[in-house]
C-alpha cells in the first residue's frame, strides 16, 4: 500500500491529510493548537478517530505515545546516543517492535522489523517541498505506520529548529 502524506504548512498547529495511491483522502491528522506538547489525533475520513498522539515530557529524547481506542498501542522514541546516526524505536507491545532508520529531516528513511524492511517513506515520489510518500507491506498495521510517521516527523522538525 502507499500513501501520500502532506502538511499543511500555514496551520497554527500539525495538520497532516492523507491520501492513498489513487489521490483520495485516507485520513487526516490534526493537531492541538497552544498544548504543553505535541498533542495530535489520526481521523479517518468519517472524522472516527483512530489514533491519538501525545509527546512524552519529562524524557529524555523526543519520545511520543500512540493510544488507539485508549489502550497503548506503541512508543516511539528517538534513539540517543548512536553514532554518527539518527534511529528511532516503536515499541509496541509484545515482539513485533519497529525501527525506523535514514534521513528524517529529508524523508528518506524506512521500517524495520526483525531485520526486513516493512516500510519506506520518500519525498522523491513528489515534487512538493512539504509532501512524502509511505510505502508498507499489505500485512503492516498502516494506521501505526503512518502515525508513527507523523512523530517522526514532529521530532525530526523540532530538532532542526
Known sequence: MR????????????TFTIKND???????VVGQVMSFGDKLTFYDV??????????????WGPT???YRSGELAAVVK??????MRTEF?????GPDDLTAEGDFTDHEYFFVRGGGTVAT????????TDTYGVELLDSEDAVLILASTVVIDMAASHHEH
Do not use: C, H, R
Open 46 to 59: 468519517q472524522n472516527n478517530e483512530l489514533a491519538f498522539i501525545t509527546q512524552k515530557l519529562m524524557s
Open 3 to 14: 500513501y501520500m502524506m502532506k502538511q499543511k504548512m500555514w496551520s497554527l498547529a500539525d
Open 64 to 66: 511520543y505515545e500512540i
Open 89 to 93: 524505536t516503536i515499541d509496541v507491545p
Open 78 to 83: 528517538q534513539k540517543l546516543f548512536t553514532f
Open 22 to 28: 489513487q489521490g483520495e483522502d485516507v485520513a487526516s
Open 121 to 128: 517513506v520518500s519525498k522523491a515520489w513528489f515534487q512538493w
